[in-house]
């Protein structure tokens, strides 16, 4: 699989590069599109991004945007990755974009998650996916040693699956390995030196045991130390 490699001095001179590379591609999305969606992690290195995407000039009421995964706790937890992109993407001159939710309240997520796909499966394929990647090398949440892992890898997976793993605080929804890496255009955000060698060490490896390799091919990995 290849995927290219962008390494920059410090992290705001990639996170102000990022922002840019996707401010760009949505655009150019839009031009060939009446609707784009764009897909975006959480945790805890894209919120900067956010920062600079909410305050870039585009149609973003033209643009759909949603979470690669969550964590199924309310949109108010502080662990929400919904309550992250309302926070720091879903903003300023991002306000006008459309969340399409990735949790609602129930206490397992199986219950509810047909009704997430299908509003999520006229958005398909995605525009632009950013990802991010654990040192355990899961992306989105999929996590080695998951509970639907196999499923969510494989070609014929459903668009969304519940996930449980020992890598995981709480029940997680991801959207699987063939939406991901179905998108057109998909960006992987990795900061320091443990990620770095977690990416380095992903090579060769079957994506059961490093899931972020079910995504890499064609994608772009920006870092950073
Ligand atoms: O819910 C989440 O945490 C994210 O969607 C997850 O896929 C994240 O991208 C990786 O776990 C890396 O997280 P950090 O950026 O916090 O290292």
């Given at each position: 699989m290849?995927?290219?490699?962008?390494?920059?001095?410090?992290?705001?001179?990639?996170?102000?590069?990022?922002?840019?590379?996707?401010?760009?591609?949505?655009?150019?999305?839009?031009?060939r599109a009446e609707r784009v969606t764009m897909a975006v992690p959480g945790g805890t290195s894209p919120g900067p991004v956010f920062d600079d995407l909410n305050d870039v000039e585009l149609d973003w009421s033209r643009?759909?945007?949603?979470?690669?995964?969550?964590r199924w706790v309310p949109e108010d937890h502080e662990r929400s990755n919904?309550?992250?992109?309302?926070?720091?993407?879903?903003?300023?001159?991002?306000?006008?974009?459309?969340?399409?939710?990735?949790?609602?309240?129930?206490?397992?997520p199986e219950a509810r998650l047909d009704e997430l796909a299908e509003q999520i499966r006229p958005n398909l394929p995605l525009s632009v996916v950013l990802l991010g990647m654990g040192a355990d090398m899961h992306t989105a949440s999929l996590f080695p040693g998951a509970d639907n892992l196999d499923e969510a890898l494989s070609r014929n997976a459903p668009i969304l699956m519940p996930m449980r793993a020992p890598g995981a605080d709480e029940p997680r929804v991801t959207?699987?390995?063939?939406?991901?890496?179905?998108?057109?255009?998909?960006?992987?955000?990795?900061?320091?030196?443990?990620k770095r060698a977690a990416l380095e060490n992903a090579k060769g490896k079957s994506p059961k045991d490093a899931p972020i390799n079910a995504v890499l091919d064609g994608a772009e990995v920006h870092w950073a130390p």
């Open positions: 290849s995927y290219s490699f962008n390494e920059y001095a410090d992290r705001e001179m990639l996170i102000i590069a990022l922002a840019n590379r996707i401010a760009g591609e949505l655009r150019g999305a839009l031009a643009v759909d945007v949603m979470l690669t995964d969550e919904t309550k992250l992109l309302r926070e720091r993407l879903l903003t300023g001159k991002a306000a006008e974009a459309r969340l399409l939710p990735m949790f609602l309240p129930c206490e397992e959207l699987t390995a063939p939406v991901l890496d179905g998108a057109l255009s998909k960006h992987v955000l990795i900061f320091g030196d443990e």
